[in-house]
């Protein structure tokens, strides 16, 4: 069984930081790509960044320049740094991660963490 824990979510005021974890538990065979998805009232969840196995990023053009996905294959944790923060970033942010167990690959969504961004 596999367990994805996120923390790090909360209340910011614009022009703040914060920085998600998502730590991956369990009988895991290899973790391989992983990501962070945010949805907000309203509207679709969306890819926020992806980072691979390899460590390749890829970034949605709404956060280039202010945030910056990292993993820490030790911990089987990835990380999202958000700078400058904006009111539009207030969502639930979901980590999805791909995992093979002894069953074969499965892609795992954490249970989501409230960021809002208000002053």
């Known amino acids: 069984q596999v367990q994805l824990v996120e923390s790090g979510g909360g209340l910011v005021q614009p022009g703040g930081s914060l920085r998600l974890s998502c730590a991956a538990s369990?009988?895991?065979?290899?973790?391989?790509?992983m990501g962070w998805y945010r949805q907000a009232p309203g509207k679709q969840r969306e890819l926020v960044a992806a980072?691979?196995?390899?460590?390749?990023?890829n970034l949605a053009g709404s956060v280039k320049g202010r945030f910056t996905i990292s993993r820490d294959n030790a911990k089987n944790t990835v990380y999202l740094q958000m700078n400058s923060l904006k009111p539009e970033d207030t969502a639930v942010y979901y980590c999805?991660?791909?995992?093979?167990?002894?069953?074969?690959?499965?892609?795992?969504w954490g249970q989501g963490t409230q960021v809002t961004v208000s002053s």
């Open positions: 369990g009988s895991i065979f290899s973790v391989n790509a």
């Open positions: 980072v691979t196995s390899g460590g390749s990023t």
């Open positions: 999805k991660v791909a995992i093979a167990t002894i069953h074969g690959p499965h892609d795992y």
